[in-house]
């Protein structure tokens, strides 16, 4: 447990990243059926930040985090999609099926939704998602270079990119493998839920990854579906940003997962920030964030 100073840190980082005002789409476009398969888009939104000219601009594509609750959705990201749209890129802010209500369905064993997410169906909207954006860019931003993707994802989206990142490297039989790996210059990971097992010792997010799964019932016989370090290596340039300060999704998950890249034969790029705890990373008036930002450009052009 945090001690209150760290506490008191925490509450402060989180009620600045959700001060700002949420900004509107350009465009949203429909990957599914369902109420949340959208995806939002920004157009660049070029000023002072700005570090290309508008077209062709890279494609940043974002998912959320809020530990794959119902109550967290893609519009606590908007301003942080808007910053990112202000330096040059085209961003396409998913959204994706997340768990139930508070109160419908605990850790997910039975009955009921679980909170965290829903599986498979978090999973599938992720995948789906991934899968018609390029036509779907073609049609609503023609300016996105799609040749310049990167993927980006904030605590359990965190997971979510590494995840979708993976797809070519899932088990033979799992419904989201792809044949090749994803057309990606790479993804930077914030503060991911990117080792389950790490995860659950510390109880991140009230044992979130366990719920996502389904409990404990089918936790062992799913993670190898879902648990990003266990689906190594990828071949794609990957860069992990942590705040050393983190209480909610703390530095030695990210450290984790970048040890376990290494023991597989790969170099992921682990950016520690001192001093900086979860949600200063999507907070345009944090400097973490454009620490971010920066990393993410370095990818993309």
């Known amino acids: 447990m945090p001690d209150d100073a760290a506490a008191a840190r925490a509450a402060a980082e989180e009620e600045s990243a959700f001060s700002h005002p949420q900004v509107d789409p350009d465009a949203t476009a429909a ?18 930040e700005s570090a290309a000219p508008v077209a062709p601009a890279p494609l940043v594509v974002l998912l959320h985090g809020g530990a794959w609750r119902a109550r967290y959705d893609r519009r606590h990201v908007t301003p942080f999609a808007a910053y990112l749209a202000r330096r ?41 998602a991934l899968d018609a954006l390029p036509s779907l860019v073609r049609e609503v931003v023609p300016q ?8 980006t994802g904030h605590s359990a989206g965190g997971h979510l990119a ?32 990117a080792d389950f097992e790490v995860a659950e010792k510390l109880a991140v997010c ?24 266990l689906l190594l290596p990828t071949g794609i340039a990957t860069t992990l940003v942590q705040g050393r300060a983190d209480v909610v999704v703390p530095q030695q ?48 052009w």
């Not at 039989?173 to 210059?185: F, I, K």
């Not at 790029?269 to 973490?288: K, R, S």
């Open 31 to 48: 990957y599914g059926d369902h109420p949340d398969q959208v995806i939002d888009f920004y157009a660049p939104r070029p000023g002072r």
């Open 144 to 151: 996105a270079d799609t040749g310049r993707t990167v993927l």
């Open 88 to 128: 040059g890129f085209v961003v396409a802010n998913v959204e994706y099926r997340r768990g139930g209500e508070e109160g419908g369905g605990g850790a997910g064993d039975e009955g009921g939704v679980p909170l965290a997410g829903r599986w498979p169906d978090t999973f599938d909207d992720v995948a789906a």
């Open 162 to 193: 590494l995840w979708a990142a993976a797809r070519h490297v899932l088990p033979a039989d799992a419904p989201w493998r792809t044949d090749r790996p994803a057309p990606l210059r790479g993804v930077v990971a914030l503060a991911p839920v």
């Open 253 to 300: 998950v990210a450290e984790s997962y970048a040890e376990a890249a290494a023991k597989a034969g790969e170099v992921v790029g682990l950016t520690l920030l001192e001093d900086v705890g979860h949600f200063p990373l999507i907070d345009p008036a944090a400097d973490a964030c454009a620490v971010v930002a920066e990393e993410i450009a370095q990818l993309a």
């Open 206 to 229: 009230d044992h979130a990854a366990l719920q996502l799964l389904g409990g404990k019932g089918v936790f062992a016989e799913r993670v190898r579906y879902a648990d990003p370090a």
